[in-house]
């Protein structure tokens, strides 16, 4: 099964791993990709006077001690094929695309928690998701 689980960090995400884990673990061959979508564009961070390089080394900063942590989750599992990407974007819009482009079979992703009101006019990226995508999307609380 192909997954996608995009990841911001935070503990909603890490359950969505928790949550792959397991199914795995239930005997469940998974080719995952893990997903950090960087919302401030190259583009945008030049324009502000942040150069392309430190622009690199800020988003790797970010990103790559999630995705450490996540290696060492998975370094035992034996039927889990893993890879790491980074993105820029608006996070919902690069999720669904890449879903789409790369035809998985399943989004799987952390909820934001957000309260009604707060949702009601920020909306949150994994409602957007489900919103947008074609294929199942698993929302893990």
Not at 64 to 69: A, D, Q, R, S
């Amino acid at each position: 099964m192909k997954i996608l689980l995009p990841t911001d960090g935070s503990p909603n995400a890490l359950r969505a791993v928790h949550y792959v884990i397991k199914l795995a673990r239930q005997g469940l061959s998974i080719d995952l990709t893990l997903l950090s979508v960087i919302p401030l564009t190259e583009d945008v961070a030049v324009f502000l006077g942040i150069s392309k390089e430190e622009y690199l080394r800020l988003s790797q900063l970010r990103v790559n001690p999630t995705f450490e942590h996540y290696r060492e989750l998975f370094s035992n599992i034996n039927n889990i094929q893993t890879s790491y990407l980074i993105l820029q974007g608006d996070p919902a819009e690069e999720i669904v695309k890449l879903a789409e482009t790369d035809r998985y079979d399943a989004i799987v992703i952390g909820s934001r928690g957000l309260s009604p009101v707060k949702e009601l006019f920020l909306g949150s990226v994994s409602h957007k998701v489900v919103q947008m995508a074609k294929c199942p999307v698993v929302i893990v609380k």
